[in-house]
């Protein structure tokens, strides 16, 4: 059934135009991670990773470092789930797709995830946390916070970096 909206005379609303992609230029993509990196290396592989693979924050949110979906030996993501804020409270769901898939990791991303894991491993040990699934983005929650968080932090940063142009 179509959606009829006042002030549009009893005719359909009309669609709501997709906008335009504008990713950072390859100079802008350097200044975003290193001012997050700047801020926080937890982060930072958050943004080098959606800016390497092109997943969604809800998938990055969701990715698990003992399901099998990290695999840094073999340099591969598998996206399984996706994590959505629903009602206040944040929810794992399938994909967009309901469809799993295989991300192949380049070699600095690789060390890069490396890196990640050995720092999130070694705040877990310190940490009375110790859930079995843990995630992959956050060692000391069992469930991420708002899968907003991410973004508004990448415009805060990314408007710093295209200042600079």
């Given at each position: ?10 005719q ?8 335009n992609p504008?990713p ?22 958050f ?7 092109g ?13 099998d ?6 340099g591969?993501l598998e996206?399984?789930?996706?994590y ?16 799993m898939?295989?991300?192949a990791?380049?070699?600095?991303t ?17 940490s ?6 843990r ?5 000391t ?6 899968p ?7 415009a805060q ?7 600079y142009?």
């Open positions: 059934m179509d959606q009829v909206q006042p002030g549009h005379g009893g359909e609303a009309p669609a709501s135009r997709a906008r504008d950072p230029s390859p100079e802008e993509a350097v200044r975003i991670i290193d001012g997050v990196w700047a801020q926080d290396a937890t982060r930072g592989t943004v080098w990773l959606t800016m390497v693979t997943m969604c924050r809800g998938e990055l949110l969701a990715l698990r470092w003992h399901d979906d990290v695999d840094l030996v073999g591969m996206v399984r789930r996706n959505v804020w629903l009602a206040g409270r944040g929810i794992e769901k399938d994909t967009k797709t309901h469809q898939r295989r991300i990791l380049d070699t600095a690789v060390d890069v995830s490396t890196a990640h894991r050995q720092q999130h491993e070694a705040q877990v040990r310190q009375a946390w110790s859930h079995p699934a995630r992959s983005c956050s060692p929650r069992q469930k991420p916070k708002s907003s968080t991410p973004t508004l932090l990448f940063i990314a408007s710093h970096a295209v200042a142009r």
